[in-house]
């Protein structure tokens, strides 16, 4: 009964390592590129139309990146991808998502592989390095405002089942952390010098978060469940657990 209750548990784990955080890079530049032009719209009516080329710039460097890097833990795959971002994209996105990737890479510090508790740890730092960064609280109308909503989603999956319903369940509230920014007033970054008339317009930035989160869940599922070769000292259920 207990071996097979194990069997099951290793069938429906899934895992995260290098080569999921390498796709999930991947995903998102992918996803951030398709949809540059509409971030860049967004940013045109309330701000300075430049936030899908910034993201699309900041990707295209990060892909170039990665394939310099062979062989590394995800966590440094992901503090090279921040510190791409902060050397290569200007503005308030620059060092905003630079800070982001690069917290989440050293909560994530130099393991080969984890499960939902890691990475809920590493999206924590991610807004907590933003809210050092831009002291941006939710309801300012930022991409705090899909990444609070994206957490606290994650974080109640990561409670009550597995990682394919965090990742869905922080994706869904994300997007709609990101569409109820429409009816707010910018209170931070270039949208609040627009103060009442950035009303009715939705945030560039909440959506590149929910673009983000998207492309984890696209990472997470596409990753086979698997077992560890026999010769691995840890099992994954330990890996699961952390
Ligand atoms: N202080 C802040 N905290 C969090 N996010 C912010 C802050 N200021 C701006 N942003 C985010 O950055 C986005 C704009 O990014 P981008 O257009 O690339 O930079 P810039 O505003 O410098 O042109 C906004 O839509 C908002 O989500
Ligand atoms: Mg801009």
């Given at each position: 009964?207990a071996a097979s209750t194990t069997t099951h548990l290793w069938r429906e784990?899934?895992?995260?390592?290098?080569?999921?955080?390498?796709?999930?890079?991947?995903?998102?530049?992918?996803?951030?590129?398709?949809?540059?032009?509409?971030?860049?719209?967004?940013?045109?009516?309330?701000?300075?139309?430049?936030?899908?080329?910034?993201?699309?710039?900041?990707?295209?460097?990060?892909?170039?990146?990665?394939?310099?890097?062979?062989?590394?833990?995800?966590?440094?795959?992901?503090?090279?991808?921040?510190?791409?971002?902060?050397?290569?994209?200007?503005?308030?996105?620059?060092?905003?998502?630079?800070?982001?990737?690069?917290?989440?890479?050293?909560?994530?510090?130099?393991?080969?592989?984890?499960?939902?508790?890691?990475?809920?740890?590493?999206?924590?730092?991610?807004?907590?390095?933003?809210?050092?960064?831009?002291?941006?609280?939710?309801?300012?109308?930022?991409?705090?405002?899909?990444?609070?909503?994206?957490?606290?989603?994650?974080?109640?999956?990561?409670?009550?089942?597995?990682?394919?319903?965090?990742?869905?369940?922080?994706?869904?509230?994300?997007?709609?952390?990101?569409?109820?920014?429409?009816?707010?007033?910018?209170?931070?970054?270039?949208?609040?010098?627009?103060?009442?008339?950035?009303?009715?317009?939705?945030?560039?930035?909440?959506?590149?978060?929910?673009?983000?989160?998207?492309?984890?869940?696209?990472?997470?599922?596409?990753?086979?469940?698997?077992r560890?070769?026999?010769?691995?000292?840890?099992?994954?259920?330990?890996?699961?657990?952390?």
């Amino acid at each position: 009964m207990a071996a097979s209750t194990t069997t099951h548990l290793w069938r429906e784990s899934r895992i995260v390592d290098a080569a999921c955080v390498r796709r999930w890079l991947e995903v998102a530049a992918a996803r951030i590129e398709s949809e540059r032009h509409y971030l860049t719209q967004l940013d045109a009516a309330i701000g300075d139309a430049d936030h899908g080329i910034n993201m699309h710039r900041g990707f295209s460097a990060v892909l170039t990146r990665l394939s310099t890097l062979d062989g590394v833990s995800p966590g440094e795959l992901l503090t090279q991808a921040g510190r791409t971002f902060v050397s290569i994209v200007g503005g308030a996105a620059g060092p905003l998502y630079g800070t982001a990737f690069v917290q989440a890479g050293q909560a994530l510090g130099a393991d080969g592989a984890f499960g939902p508790k890691r990475l809920l740890e590493a999206i924590r730092a991610s807004l907590r390095g933003v809210q050092r960064v831009g002291a941006a609280v939710e309801g300012d109308k930022t991409m705090v405002d899909a990444l609070v909503p994206g957490l606290a989603a994650f974080e109640a999956g990561v409670r009550h089942g597995t990682l394919e319903g965090a990742v869905r369940g922080a994706r869904v509230a994300a997007m709609d952390g990101a569409r109820a920014t429409v009816p707010l007033q910018a209170r931070k970054g270039r949208a609040s010098y627009l103060g009442p008339r950035s009303v009715g317009h939705q945030d560039p930035g909440a959506t590149s978060t929910a673009l983000l989160f998207a492309a984890l869940e696209d990472a997470v599922l596409a990753q086979r469940s698997h077992r560890l070769p026999a010769d691995q000292p840890i099992s994954l259920g330990e890996i699961y657990d952390r």
